[in-house]
Nanobody, 121 residues
Framework: QVQLVESGGGLVQPGGSLRLSCTAS????????MSWYRQAPGKERGLVAR????????NYADSVKGRFTISRDNARNTVYLQMNSLKPEDTAVYYC??????????????WGQGTQVTVSS
């Protein structure tokens, strides 16, 4: 069975930093695109950052560019989200997502359970 487990969330002051981790099991991690999404109360879930299977390309939501960095360590089956200069608007539940598309363009998609990030003074 596939599992994605996020960790590293918590309470941090505005301007502070936090690093989230997502460790995967039950899949061939190095073949999956990994993403971070977030969902604040009353709002829809949105993409924060994405990294390709080999880590060669990334993209970010405009709201986090220059502040957040996504990275991965395929040897440890882990994707990270380094969050700097945090703002109250970053408060949300952060979710890890893995997706894979085969040669027939069939997509496999898995989600973690989420970890809470609260930015407040």
């Amino acid at each position: 069975q596939v599992q994605l487990v996020e960790s590293g969330g918590g309470l941090v002051q505005p301007g502070g930093s936090l690093r989230l981790s997502c460790t995967a099991s039950g899949l061939t991690f190095s073949t999956y695109t990994m993403s971070w999404y977030r969902q604040a109360p009353g709002k829809e879930r949105g993409l924060v950052a994405r990294i390709s299977s080999a880590g060669s390309s990334t993209n970010y939501a405009d709201s986090v560019k220059g502040r957040f960095t996504i990275s991965r360590d395929n040897a440890r089956n882990t994707v990270y989200l380094q969050m700097n200069s945090l703002k109250p608007e970053d408060t949300a539940v952060y979710y890890c997502k893995a997706d894979f598309s085969d040669w027939w363009h069939r997509t496999l998609e898995y989600w973690g359970q989420g970890t809470q990030v609260t930015v407040s003074s």
